[in-house]
């Protein structure tokens, strides 16, 4: 092993700090090679000092580096070298600019010092990350769903170069899209209703050599992995068949919501109160014609009651905005206006949401037609014969008001077609068989049950914020209603995103680097079998069911599932996971670096453990804005909160340290943490670490753990000083030495 250091004195650093003392620190106390110094390390000239240590022969040949200079975060294609093994040690945001002009330099320099110490120390712990050997290019996408949104999927992907396969439960492609008459407009001047454009995407599927489509099919069984997944497909009317794909979407769309649990509204006991989809049949059947009701009367007035069992708190009934149903009441007071003017066309809503581009210009464009829109909340449709009251409480005059109809429409919302939701698979019948109340999409072969997990109301779990279309399951995206609420319009473009998610994940798979949000890493787990309890922590622990168990109870690891979050390396009791660039060595290293002052110098020590996702930007960003942080902690970024082990706390509050803060990414229903549960579970975790602490004869104070946003710029360093407060008030660590 011979690490060679690199130091820059650009950027404020070698004005504020004595580098050559650094040098000497990363020598003798880091016992590295050597340490060159440059003012311009991130420049050509500066990056060309590194490569050509990096290409010497024999004994000059470096073969790991330490950059001393700026946030690991800042400068990465320039401090790119492939798969040697780098170090980042932040002097510029972590040390110089966290630290006001003035102030006392020798704190400062202690504070850089121990930063060389950390980085040193860690570059040692760390091994050349390769590839797993699981590697397969298959640039075959599995598309479940022939609707819009799998249909637009499977035809950007064979744009791109790639094959695609639809599977279809139907026997027909165009899911409900196919079955409206027409759909909002997607283009300027956005005014009126549009063709919906299902028959030309069929065409394009069958005139396309890149797509094959199974109809009247299933997903029977989903098993192995990004670039490798093996799949069983079975039809209702033939031989199944059996294929390898490279990537999946899952574009199984939505059902409408049952109008059945309604009957205030009238339905089911009038059969001239309808849902949109059963509108858009009696328009289909009208043509360019006067709309008829099911009992052959032409409508002359039409109420429409938005928001029918959504957007509400009832029992059974849905909580969200299903995001389309508004324009969708629009366009159909459209078919009405355009096929007779004199048509009475009333749409009673509580707020009115129409998305997306053109949505105000359609909403003004039904005004021009006189749609009438009135801001009511219905409570009640009576049906008298043949006639309807429509019974409302009018929201601008604040009072009871009504109206009559020929015939009344009700949004009703979606529900996604999610599958199976896996966090409820506990319950189980009086025969202890677990109870699965819908029908698996994926069938998916894994430890963590048949489906991708779900959020809230059913939807699967893909952060729209954060990272949208990714699952929990590598690999594996979904697109459409099944994500989240939306449009047509909103499909497609959902469909385009999922599409180019998947040819991401193929081409990862392909040489084995990790998928979102550590795209690139070659590294992955690998346990000491000799150590191992079976204790199943950490295959029940894993985000994204990359672990299963093999015959003797032994974790069995898919690499490829596997998005390097390293939370099983922190679920592990007994310390036998790593990874080759990130393992309880490099981390335990790094704070054992660190010179712990006896308890008279009166300079308490504080860890800070953040995840390099949220917490960490957080104090960079900071930094940027040259916010002071307390210059008694030193911090450790990690992969995930997740990712921590207890034994780090054990080792740091043993080693003299008088307080460790552990920042994570926001958790729950809303979370952030970019490795869904991590988050979530440290905070589990750590809430258990007072029992170890008080067998130390330790403060529980002494340990924090916050949820911190990339955007808490001012609040992540203010969290440092309440511990350095904290640190004050219960006194010194009676552990130094």
């Not at 997944?229 to 009317?237: E, G, K, L, Q």
């Not at 930094?623 to 706390?649: D, H, K, Q, Y």
């Not at 920042?663 to 490795?675: A, I, L, P």
Request: glycine share 10%; proline share 4%; charged share 25%.
């Amino acid at each position: 092993m011979k690490v060679g250091g690199y130091l820059c004195t650009g950027c404020g650093i070698g004005d504020r700090l004595n580098v050559k003392a650094l040098e000497t620190v990363a020598v003798r106390e880091g016992r590295i090679a050597f340490c060159k110094t440059h003012d311009f390390l991130c420049g050509s000239a500066g990056v060309e000092m590194i490569n050509a240590d990096l290409a010497a022969a024999g004994d000059d040949k470096v073969d790991r580096v330490v950059v001393i200079a700026c946030s690991r975060r800042a400068k990465t294609e320039s401090f790119n070298f492939g798969a040697t093994p780098l170090s980042r040690v932040n002097l510029r945001e972590g040390v110089v600019w966290v630290r006001p002009e003035g102030s006392d330099d020798e704190m400062t320099q202690e504070m850089a010092a121990d930063y060389v110490r950390m980085g040193c120390a860690e570059i040692k712990a760390m091994n050349q990350a390769e590839a797993s050997g699981e590697q397969q290019l298959n640039k075959h996408i599995m598309v479940v769903g022939g609707g819009i949104t799998g249909m637009t999927a499977a035809l950007e992907a064979a744009k791109a170069g790639y094959f695609a396969t639809i599977v279809e439960k139907s026997d027909s492609l165009g899911g409900v899209m196919g079955q409206l008459k027409q759909r909002h407009p997607e283009h300027s001047p956005f005014k009126d209703p549009q063709d919906t454009g299902v028959a030309a995407l069929i065409a394009a599927i069958e005139a396309n050599d890149k797509i094959t489509v199974h109809l009247n099919a299933k997903v029977a069984s989903t098993s192995g992995a990004p670039g490798r997944f093996n799949v069983v497909i079975a039809s209702t009317v033939g031989a199944g068949t059996q294929a390898e794909f490279g990537a999946i979407v899952q574009a199984s769309g939505f059902t409408p919501y049952d109008a059945n649990n309604l009957p205030e509204l009238g339905y089911g006991k009038s059969a001239n109160v309808v849902t949109q989809l059963e509108l858009e049949a009696l328009a289909k059947a009208a043509g360019d014609g006067p709309i008829k009701r099911a009992d052959g009367k032409v409508v002359e007035n039409v109420v429409f009651v938005q928001c029918a069992g959504q957007r509400s708190d009832k029992e059974g009934q849905l909580s969200y905005c299903s995001g389309h149903c508004c324009s969708t009441s629009i366009k159909q007071a459209m078919y009405f206006k355009d096929s007779n003017p004199d048509v009475e066309t009333t749409i009673l809503f509580d707020d009115l949401r129409t998305p997306g581009a053109g949505g105000e210009n359609f909403y003004r464009s039904a005004q021009d037609k006189m749609v009438t829109f009135r801001k009511g909340k219905v409570s009640t449709v009576d049906a008298n014969g043949s006639e309807l009251k429509v019974n409302f409480k009018d929201l601008i005059l604040d009072e009871d008001a009504n109206l009559g109809a020929d015939l009344v429409v009700l949004a009703t919302g979606m529900v996604p077609n999610s599958g199976v939701n896996i966090e409820t698979m506990a319950d189980k019948d009086e025969n202890g068989e677990v109870k699965i109340p819908v029908e698996s999409i994926l069938n998916l072969q894994y430890r963590q049950g048949p489906d991708v997990p779900q959020l809230v109301s059913g939807f699967t779990d893909s952060h729209f914020i954060c990272f949208p279309y990714e699952t929990r399951r590598t690999g594996i995206y979904t697109a459409g209603p099944v994500r989240r609420p939306m449009d047509g319009n909103q499909a497609q473009t959902d469909a385009m995103g999922a599409g180019m998610k998947a040819i991401q994940a193929i081409e990862n798979a392909a040489v084995g680097r990790a998928a979102h949000p550590r795209s690139g890493d070659l590294s992955f787990p690998s346990f000491r079998k000799e150590g191992c309890t079976q204790c199943k922590r950490c295959t029940v622990e894993c985000p994204f069911g990359a672990i299963n168990e093999d015959e003797k109870g032994y974790p069995q690891y898919n690499e490829a599932r596997c998005r390097r979050c390293g939370t099983c390396m922190g679920a592990c009791p007994v310390q036998v996971i790593s990874f080759k660039n990130y393992s309880i060595e490099t981390v335990g290293a790094q704070l054992k670096a660190v010179e712990i002052p006896d308890e008279f110098s009166e300079k308490p020590r504080i860890l800070v453990l953040a995840c390099e996702n949220d917490a960490y930007p957080a104090l960079d960003m900071a930094a940027m804005n040259r916010t002071e942080s307390n210059v008694f902690s030193r911090v450790i970024p990690v992969r995930c909160l997740g990712s921590v082990n207890t034994i780090w706390i054990k080792d740091a509050l043993g080693c003299g340290y008088d307080g460790v803060v552990m920042m994570g990414c926001k958790k729950g229903v809303e979370y952030q943490c970019h490795f869904v549960k991590g988050s979530e579970m440290a905070h589990v975790r750590m809430s258990k670490i007072g029992d170890t602490l008080s067998t130390m004869g330790l403060e529980s104070e002494r340990v924090a753990v916050h949820e911190v946003a990339i955007t808490d710029i001012e609040r992540a360093p203010r969290l440092i000083e309440e511990m350095a407060e904290t640190i004050q008030r219960v006194g010194m660590s009676p552990f130094k030495f």
